[in-house]
């Protein structure tokens, strides 16, 4: 928000200069003051021109915010790239930067990233790997990419496991029949797995299109996942779980805004209930079609 008001006041430079000048030759005395106290709080050129540079400096950051905020499609997927980003403008716009102030700014943004983001935790990498559009791991660092394999393969066991004994558990069985029945499941489950990563692995990633693209619509993680789960079951459960993380608190933030606005001193007497449905509403208004079914 800060960086659209920056640059909002830069593109506004003009005017504001123009304004000042016409009130100043204004015949009324009173106008002319005005003009003469805004003259005087007019910063200088190299103010203007650090203003400029540190707009320059905090876009692709206002860019990543709301990437990162929203809560309608999956983000947690998009930590490491986003990230890689951000260094990559950090090094490109390093050596264009003149204002002392701004390069304090780059310096300790850069600091900054390095100590909260430079590796993302596992969790991070696998909503990466689950993500069709970056599941290559392409710019991971080294061994980094088998890690996140193995550590997929893992969960993806543990969860079969924890599933098979669930099921064990409610419905009993003679013991020869228990071992015969792990026994194969030991065989033929990490083959399916195997099975399910190749495949997986060897599709082209799917394309990266603007979030306000139409082709989004139809072309976003999760619409993926809903056409090859039946192809991809084992990795499909795991998406699921992975790509509904939110990356950042925004969401939650954003429903707690939401909720301060359903509860008010006049409506304070509404249920838990009545105030759960309220939320949720508004929340999937646009998925649901909520308001154009009125």
Same mark, same amino acid.
């Given at each position: ?183 194969? #499941?030991?065989?033929? %489950?990490?083959?399916? &797995?195997?099975?399910?990563?190749? =495949?997986? @692995?060897? *599709? !082209? ?21 809903? #056409?090859?789960?039946? %192809?991809?079951?084992? &990795?499909?459960?795991?998406?699921? =779980?992975? @790509?509904? *993380? !939110? ?48």
């Amino acid at each position: 928000m800060k960086k659209i008001l920056l640059k909002r006041l830069v593109d506004l430079r003009e005017a504001i200069v123009a304004l000042a000048n016409n009130l100043i030759k204004d015949p009324e005395r009173v106008v002319r003051n005005d003009g003469n106290s805004l003259k005087e709080k007019i910063i200088s050129d190299n103010d203007w021109q650090g203003l400029d540079e540190l707009c320059k400096l905090l876009n692709p950051f206002a860019r990543a915010s709301v990437y990162m905020g929203g809560s309608q499609y999956p983000t947690l997927g998009m930590i490491y790239p986003t990230i890689q980003r951000l260094f990559r403008h950090l090094d490109q716009i390093e050596n264009q930067l003149t204002n002392p102030f701004v390069i304090d700014t780059h310096n300790s943004l850069r600091d900054s990233v390095q100590r909260r983001w430079e590796d993302p935790n596992i969790v991070g990498w696998l909503a990466m790997l689950l993500d069709p559009c970056f599941k290559s791991l392409s710019n991971a660092p080294p061994n980094k990419r088998d890690d996140v394999i193995n550590e997929l393969k893992r969960r993806v066991n543990l969860s079969i496991y924890e599933s098979h004994k669930d099921s064990v558990t409610s419905n009993p069985i003679k013991a020869s029949d228990m071992s015969s029945f792990f026994e194969e #499941e030991v065989e033929s %489950t990490p083959s399916s &797995l195997d099975i399910e990563l190749q =495949i997986y @692995l060897s *599709i !082209p990633p799917m394309p990266k299109y603007e979030l306000t693209d139409p082709l989004y619509k139809n072309n976003n993680p999760l619409i993926w996942w809903k #056409e090859h789960r039946n %192809t991809l079951p084992l &990795l499909a459960k795991q998406a699921r =779980i992975f @790509l509904g *993380i !939110p990356a950042t608190s925004v969401p939650a933030e954003r429903l707690f805004s939401d909720a301060g606005n359903v509860l008010t001193d006049k409506r304070n007497r509404l249920s838990t209930n009545m105030v759960h449905d309220l939320l949720f509403l508004k929340e999937n208004s646009l998925v649901m079609n909520v308001y154009t079914r009125l």
